[in-house]
Structures are given as structure tokens and as C-alpha cells.
């Protein structure tokens, strides 16, 4: 067991991958005191969701990912615009008692040694697959794309941009986080995508980008 102190900021639908990037606008107090704090030790941040978004003190989820603060711009009423890089997913294993009004835990490593490693590239038809019902979805959706750029993208960036901006729920950003491989992970956007366009229930209609 690899084991370490973290503090985290459970945030719903927030999605970090390893060596994808996450932009924050951090502007909570306690928050504001967690980057902080990280700023001068070393940098990490865990990024992990709560099951419960309406709880004063929610539960989390398992698996979360440990980032790096790469760039950070302080403004000058304490908010932060950071960008994060994610290292590796974590496993939670307890929650510390502390006194920062941010939380911290205790978060294994051991599982996801892979993470260090560049993954393998998908099939070419998966990769097919995924481009294809990213469109269908964006049609369906109104979202605007800029496809040139999605092509240019390589499988992992495409397969976790998209699980990142894609409003799916929680549960189902819980399940590409934890999706052993990029391929699986990969396989599970495109179903998702495929359910989501055909349910009529889902989706926020006021659009978005992907870049």
C-alpha cells in the first residue's frame, strides 16, 4: 500500500484524469485556504466527488485523482484560477481529523501504477465509434464543436475530453474515472453517449464547446 496525506476538494461532475488538465475558479474560503496551503508544500490537490451534493458534510466516492497545481493566477479580491494536471488516480482509505477548513484523507496509490504509463492507442474502430456518437450526441444536443481540433486530438485526450465536458451524471462520471483502461473507458463514453442522446430526460440544452 502506497499511502499519503491529501487534502481534496469534492466537487460533482469534475472530472480528473492522469495527465489531462482541469481549469478551476476557486473562490470559497476554505477552498481558497486549500490552495494555499498546497501552494506551499507541493502543489497536489485530490479531486474526488461526493456522493451526496446537497450534504453539509457528503460522503465521497472511492477513486478520486491527485493533481498538480501547473498554473495558478491569484486575484486580488483571495480567488484563485488554477489549471490542473492530474498524476494518478487514488483509492480513499480514511478520512483524517483535522482542523483545516478543508478536508483531508488518507489516499492509496497502488492500483493505479499504470496511470504513469502511456496507454495503449484504441482499435480503429472504437476510435471510429467514439468520433462518431460524439457528433450524433452534439447534433442531437445543439452543442457547438470545433471537429478539427477533436480529430487532432490522440485517443486519450480524446477519450477523457470527452468524458470531462459531457454533462453525463455523477454515477456515470464516476464510472469513466474508475474505468480500468483507456479503452474501456473509451467503450463506456460511447455507450453513454448512445443512451443519453436517445433519452429525452437528459441534458443541460444551453450548449457548450469543446476545444
Known sequence: MQVARLSIFPLAGALLFPRALLPLHIFEPRYRAMVSDAMARDRRIGMI????????????????????IAEV???????FNLILEGLTRFRLVSELDVTTPFRQVEAD????????????PLGIALRADLEREARRYADAKG???DWAAVERLDDEGLVNGVAQVTPFDVATKQALLEAPTI????????????????DDSDGDDSGATLQ
Request: proline content about 5%; glycine content about 6%; some cysteine.
Open 183 to 198: 479503452a474501456e473507458r473509451a467503450d463506456l463514453v460511447v455507450q453513454f453517449l448512445r443512451f443519453f442522446r436517445l
Open 109 to 120: 496509490t497502488e492500483a493505479f501504477a499504470a496511470d504513469g504509463t502511456d496507454p495503449d
Open 73 to 79: 493566477e491569484a486575484l486580488d479580491d483571495g480567488r
Open 143 to 145: 452543442y457547438a464543436i
Open 49 to 68: 466527488q461526493p456522493r451526496d451534493e446537497t450534504a453539509q458534510k457528503p460522503a465521497l466516492f472511492d477513486i478520486g485523482c491527485i493533481g498538480r
